[in-house]
C-alpha cells in the first residue's frame, strides 16, 4: 500500500542547530506540503512543491527551507532551531485536482531546548 | 483572505446520539472546497469527508455528513450515531487558490469527547 513517512517521530534538539525532518511518499503525488501543529492554531503551512525543483513558501516559512529532488521526498530543514519552532510537524501529498484529499503523514514531534 | 472559523473548542456527545461540529470560512471565490480531517490522540490526520462549492447536494460518507449552507457559508460535520472511538479533535479545512490550488487553510479545531 502506498504511505507517506515521516521521519524521525521526534526530536530534541538545541537552538542554533541546522535540523532536517524527513519527509518520503511512495503515492506518486506531485504535490507535497509541510505544517506545523500548535495548540489553538490548528495546522499552518510552511512550504509546499508541486513538483520536481518547484517549492514555495507557505504562510510560516520564515527560518525553513525545503528542496524536491525527485518526487518522493521533500525534506524541511530549520537553519537555525530556534524555542518557537518546538512544534509538531505533518507533511502531506496529494494528487493534482481541486477535490483530491492531502494524505498526511503521522507527524514528527520536535522540541527545541 | 481566506478564513476557517471553528467556534467550539470542545464538545461532548453520549454514545449513539448524532452530534455538529461548526464550521463557517470566509472567501470571495465562487469555486472551492472545503474538507474535514479527524486527528484521534495518536495524531495521525485521517480525511473524513469533502464538499466541493458547486455540488448541489449535500456530501455523506457512512455516518459523517456534511451540512453545507452556501448562503451561510457554513460546512458543518454531522456524525450520527456518535461511538466512543469518534473521541477526536476534528478539523475543518478550505482549499485555497491564491498562488496556486490544493493548498489547505485549517480551522483551529474542535476536540470532541463521546461518553459512554
Known amino acids: 500500500d502506498a504511505e507517506i513517512t515521516q521521519s524521525p517521530r521526534h526530536k530534541i534538539t538545541e537552538t542554533g542547530r541546522q535540523v532536517t525532518l524527513a519527509c518520503h511518499q511512495t503515492?506518486?503525488?506531485?504535490?507535497m506540503f509541510w505544517y506545523r501543529q500548535d495548540l489553538g492554531h490548528g495546522l499552518r503551512l510552511i512550504h509546499y512543491?508541486?513538483?520536481?525543483?518547484?517549492?514555495n513558501k507557505g504562510e510560516v516559512s520564515d527560518g525553513y527551507s525545503v528542496s524536491r529532488s525527485n518526487t518522493e521526498d521533500l525534506p524541511l530543514t530549520l537553519e537555525s532551531a530556534a524555542s518557537s519552532q518546538t512544534s509538531v510537524y505533518f507533511c502531506?501529498?496529494?494528487?493534482?485536482?481541486?477535490?483530491?484529499?492531502?494524505?498526511f503523514g503521522d507527524g514528527t514531534r520536535l522540541s527545541i531546548l | 483572505a481566506q478564513k476557517i472559523t471553528q467556534t467550539q473548542p470542545g464538545m461532548f456527545v453520549q454514545e449513539k446520539e448524532a452530534v455538529t461540529l461548526d464550521c463557517t470560512y470566509d472567501?470571495?471565490?465562487?469555486?472551492?472546497?472545503l474538507f474535514w480531517y479527524k486527528q484521534p490522540s495518536s495524531g495521525e490526520m485521517i480525511f473524513l469527508i469533502y464538499?466541493?462549492?458547486?455540488?448541489?447536494q449535500n456530501a455523506t460518507e457512512g455516518r459523517y455528513s456534511l451540512n453545507f449552507q452556501k448562503a451561510r457559508k457554513s460546512a458543518n460535520l454531522v456524525i450520527s450515531a456518535s461511538q466512543l472511538g469518534d473521541s477526536a479533535m476534528y478539523f475543518c479545512?478550505?482549499?485555497?487558490?491564491?498562488?496556486?490550488?490544493?493548498?489547505?487553510?485549517f480551522g483551529a479545531g474542535t476536540r470532541l469527547a463521546v461518553h459512554p
Open positions: 502531506a501529498s496529494s494528487e493534482s485536482g481541486s477535490n483530491q484529499p492531502q494524505h
Open positions: 512543491s508541486y513538483g520536481v525543483q518547484d517549492t
Open positions: 472567501t470571495s471565490d465562487q469555486s472551492y472546497g
Open positions: 503515492w506518486n503525488h506531485n504535490n
Open positions: 479545512a478550505m482549499r485555497d487558490l491564491q498562488g496556486g490550488y490544493n493548498k489547505l487553510i
Open positions: 464538499q466541493g462549492s458547486y455540488d448541489e
